[in-house]
């Protein structure tokens, strides 16, 4: 099998995860997303020649080089990424009832507000869980740590989450 059929079968397989965790990354902009996605395989395919299964899985050497490139689109646009709400209608089903409508835009701001009080690592394990989809065990592989430590760490992470999710409720009951 020829390296570009390797890499599509690989493309194929991991595109969806990596689209995943960056689109979480970048606040829920689609068209972003798809564009570093798009330039991160380029970067992938033109350094597939470097890449080498006895050095570790296609998996954690393709979120390296996302990881990298997410460093370096933050560092050269110097800004955080800003969730755009609109951006979050597709997460959440869309509803007539406008009584509703409202609750659920009052809890993905909430949601919004709250993530951007986490760390940057607790962000990542949260795009890589829940965007990315990832087992324990695979976060694990990805970062170089172990599964129970992954499992500990989304707890509290989550844990962390809905304590300020809660001051949040809290604090807007007045």
Do not use: C
Request: hydrophobic share 35%.
């Amino acid at each position: 099998m020829s390296d570009y059929n390797k890499f599509q079968e690989y493309y194929e397989e991991y595109m969806p995860r990596i689209f995943g965790y960056v689109y979480n990354r970048v606040g829920f902009n689609r068209a972003l997303a798809e564009d570093i996605v798009s330039e991160v395989f380029l970067k992938a395919l033109e350094k597939f020649d470097l890449y080498s299964e006895e050095k570790g899985t296609f998996k954690s050497w393709i979120f390296r080089v996302t990881k990298n490139h997410m460093i370096d689109h933050f560092k050269a646009k110097k800004n955080k990424p800003k969730a755009d709400l609109d951006k979050l209608s597709n997460i959440l089903p869309d509803k007539s009832n406008v009584e509703k409508d409202t609750g659920r835009e009052m809890e993905k701001e909430k949601l919004l507000e709250a993530m951007s009080n986490l760390s940057e690592q607790k962000k990542e394990l949260i795009s890589l869980r829940y965007f990315s989809g990832y087992s324990y065990k695979e976060m694990a592989e990805i970062l170089n740590s172990d599964e129970a430590k992954m499992r500990v760490q989304v707890f509290r992470t989550l844990k962390s989450l809905k304590g300020t999710l809660f001051e949040l409720n809290y604090s807007n009951e007045d």
